[in-house]
Each structure stands twice: as C-alpha cells, then as structure tokens.
C-alpha cells in the first residue's frame, strides 16, 4: 500500500516562516496530483494548494502570495513553504496524494495523518 507522513509542523509566530513536506512511500506504481488540506477546530476542511504530476499549481485566495508548494518526483514528496504566517493558519494540515500501487491499474487519494501548525505569539 501507500503511506502518506507529513513533517515539519510546529509553532511558530505571527509573520513567521514553516515549511512542510509530505512523503509517500510504499509499493508505489505512480504518483499524480499532490495537495495540502487544512482544518482548523470547528470549521471543515479545506483546501490549501495542489501541484499536479507535471507542476501546475492552484491556491487557495487566503494563502496566494504567502504560500508555495513544490514537489520532487525522484523523492515522492511535496512541500508546502508557508511565510508570512497569521494566527488563522492555525490548523491541522494534511497531504493528499493522488497515486497507485504497483498492483493497481488507476489512481486514488490517500491521506497522511496530518501535521499541527499553530501560528501564536
């Protein structure tokens, strides 16, 4: 199967830098559309960014200019560089990967288990 582990959250003050990756590992056939998710306490969850397999990226409007999500198809991973961080990016973020085993012959999403990000003084 895939797994999905994402890293590098933690708590980091208001206008502050944090950056998150994302690796998939597994028995992995191959790897399409990659995003990062969010959800705050009490509120449903949303999207943040995707990069799809030949790099084309989409923001959401509350992190456009501030966010940037990249990948690296060797390493299986993506990443999400948050900067200028505000206390509203408090969430849990989560990385869905649109990707197939090696016995599967079409693509689905797995979920890691998320990653906290508080943005506080």
């Known amino acids: 199967q895939v797994r999905i582990v994402e890293s590098g959250g933690g708590l980091v003050q208001p206008g502050g830098s944090l950056r998150l990756s994302c690796a998939a590992s597994g028995s992995i056939g191959s790897i399409g559309a990659m995003g990062w998710y969010r959800q705050a306490p009490g509120k449903q969850r949303e999207l943040v960014s995707t990069i799809t397999s030949d790099g084309s990226t989409n923001y959401a409007d509350s992190v456009k200019g501030r966010f940037t999500i990249s990948r690296d198809n060797a390493k299986n991973t993506v990443y999400l560089q948050m900067n200028s961080l505000k206390p509203e990016d408090t969430a849990v973020y989560y990385c869905?990967?649109?990707?197939?085993?090696?016995?599967?012959?079409?693509?689905?999403?797995?979920w890691g288990q998320g990653t906290q990000v508080t943005v506080s003084s």
């Open positions: 869905n990967t649109n990707a197939r085993t090696r016995w599967e012959v079409v693509r689905r999403d797995y």
